[in-house]
């Protein structure tokens, strides 16, 4: 039972422009949320993480947003580049316990 | 400079061979992981380990068998037990398993004739 989903499994955006991906959980209990970036044959790096008590957290071009009544998380990178591409995968936990990932998002950013 | 180190990048083995992977990290991180990633799915948890000389299975962790004698090490071996061997192995650690932050190794590709 996947407890993390990322519905959309490639997307496509124009360089400059912003990039959204989606999240969505069904345990409510989650109360950590992460964004990883991966490159192919690579370990994931860490992006930015949101706790439960806040709905925003921004890191530059990035910004991740909470909406605990959708159990939804979206992360949005703007201006989108190039070297954005990569497969973004999201993560939830809830405190004390393992984090459980979504299936990944291709990002593919357009010159 | 630290970091978590994967060796080797690339590991083939036959059939009924059991294997081991390598995960080594200079963090001072109690907790690692390790994860296995197949195509179209996410990454699922093989084992974790809170501290040294205790672990927990995870999600997927039949066949597979892990040590922790020190904190630095956490070797994941995959036994001829494991049904579908051939994936991308991937090893984490972090400061405790609470909501903290988890750092990835590189990751190995293991491929079973």
């Known amino acids: 039972d996947q407890q993390v989903k990322q519905n959309s499994p490639s997307l496509s955006v124009q360089e400059g422009r912003i990039s959204i991906l989606n999240c969505d959980y069904t345990?409510?209990?989650?109360?950590?949320f992460l964004w990883y970036k991966k490159y192919p044959a690579e370990g994931p790096t860490f992006l930015i993480s949101?706790?439960?008590?806040?709905d925003k957290n921004e890191d530059g071009r990035f910004t991740v947003f909470l909406n605990k009544s959708a159990k939804h998380l979206s992360l949005h990178i703007v201006p989108s580049q190039p070297g954005d591409s990569a497969v973004y995968f999201c993560?939830?936990?809830?405190?004390?316990?393992?984090?459980?990932f979504g299936t990944g998002t291709s990002l593919t950013v357009i010159p | 400079d630290g970091g978590i180190t994967q060796s080797p990048k690339y590991l083939f083995r036959k059939e009924g061979q059991n294997v081991t992977l390598s995960c080594e990290q200079n963090?001072?991180?109690?907790?690692m992981y390790w994860y296995r990633q197949d195509p179209g799915q996410g990454l699922r948890l093989i084992y974790y380990?809170?501290?040294?000389?205790?672990?927990q299975k995870g999600d997927i962790a039949e066949g597979y068998s892990v040590s922790r004698e020190k904190k630095e090490s956490f070797p994941l071996t995959v036994t001829s037990a494991q049904k579908n061997p051939t994936a991308f192995y991937l090893c984490?650690?972090?400061?405790?398993?609470?909501?903290?932050?988890?750092?990835f190794g590189p990751g190995t590709r293991l491929t079973v004739l």
């Open positions: 984490a650690s972090s400061f405790s398993t609470s909501t903290d932050t988890q750092y």
């Open positions: 345990n409510s209990m989650f109360d950590y």
């Open positions: 949101i706790s439960s008590i806040k």
């Open positions: 993560a939830a936990a809830f405190t004390g316990n393992q984090f459980y």
């Open positions: 963090l001072n991180h109690d907790a």
């Open positions: 380990s809170q501290i040294v000389n205790d672990f």
